[in-house]
């Protein structure tokens, strides 16, 4: 097996927040970052589409020499991650490997609450397919996860609304619902790598005392941490310190959406999946 970049997917523009974390915690390495923006986005369609969705992207990452794939996208993670991993794997590149972004995320829960009550916001998909408290209750059974869906964000995000009043409406609403929910709650974690845009309005309407917690540094940091415990893999990383894009959607628009997520000018390829 060939080197080649690590692959980075998600179904829109917000993996891109977890790609600018990893390379800060690991720079040295190539990235080949995929988004299947003209799909996007994956939040509200069914577990049958996104797992065929994301199979198609990591066949494809595999095809331009990818070793490793890392499913950015919270939605491909709860919904395709296992079955791809588990059946398809074995029989398309039983070599090569793909990991998610919950695990690492849920992890850490553990030494960052006290009160044992931790929040979710996600999009539907995330949320409807229980992936998050699956996963919480495997390493910590005593952790409380109370988790709301919040179809609106991703779009606001997307749009470059994060800043308006109508971003900070649908933010204080679902926020209000939630904590009615579960006044304990002392953690929130935003699953859903959009939001991290969303942050400092989020950080405004928890109440005192409340962390908010976001995914990328924990996903680098877990990274770091594979590479170093599989150098058979780390092997089959070229290191260039490299990093290009590729997008299902019209270059221009990928270009410019991109450009609210990475704070500065990118160029990418068009390609199709099928």
């Known amino acids: 097996m060939q080197p080649g ?44 589409t996104v797992y065929a969705f994301t199979r198609q992207a990591v066949r494809f990452l595999f095809d331009q020499g990818c070793s490793l794939v890392i499913l950015a ?22 070599d090569r490997r793909v990991l998610g972004i919950l695990r690492p995320t849920v992890e850490v829960l553990g ?18 397919s229980g ?26 995000v997307e749009n470059g609304e ?12 679902h926020i209000r619902t939630l904590f009615e929910r579960d ?13 991290p845009l969303l942050r400092p309005l989020i950080e405004q309407y928890v109440p005192k005392g409340v962390q908010v917690v ?12 594979y590479l170093s415990r599989h150098p058979e893999m780390e092997s089959c990383c070229t290191r260039n310190a490299s990093c290009a894009f590729l997008t299902t959607e019209s270059v ?8 609210i997520f990475v704070k500065r000018s990118i160029t990418a390829l068009h390609v199709k999946l099928d």
């Open 252 to 259: 221009d628009k990928f270009e410019e959406s991109a450009s």
């Open 162 to 173: 994060q800043e308006t009043g109508g971003a900070a409406f649908f933010v204080e609403r």
């Open 214 to 225: 976001t995914q990328g540094a924990y996903v680098a940091k877990s990274l770091k941490d």
């Open 183 to 195: 006044p304990q709650i002392d953690t929130l974690l935003l699953g859903c790598t959009h939001y």
């Open 111 to 128: 030494s960052l609450t006290t009160s044992r009550h931790v929040g979710l916001t996600a999009t539907p998909g995330t949320v409807l």
């Open 73 to 94: 996208c919270n939605t491909a993670s709860a919904k395709a991650l296992r079955t791809i991993q588990q059946v398809d794997l074995p029989n398309m590149s039983p």
């Open 5 to 48: 970049p690590i692959g980075i997917f998600d179904s829109g523009y917000g993996g891109l927040t977890i790609l600018e974390d990893i390379r800060s915690e690991l720079p040295e390495y190539d990235y080949l970052y995929l988004g299947d923006n003209a799909r996007a986005p994956y939040g509200n369609r069914s577990f049958e």
């Open 131 to 156: 992936s998050y408290p699956l996963e919480v209750r495997k390493l910590f059974p005593d952790i409380v996860m109370t988790s709301e869906a919040c179809p609106m964000w991703v779009p606001l």
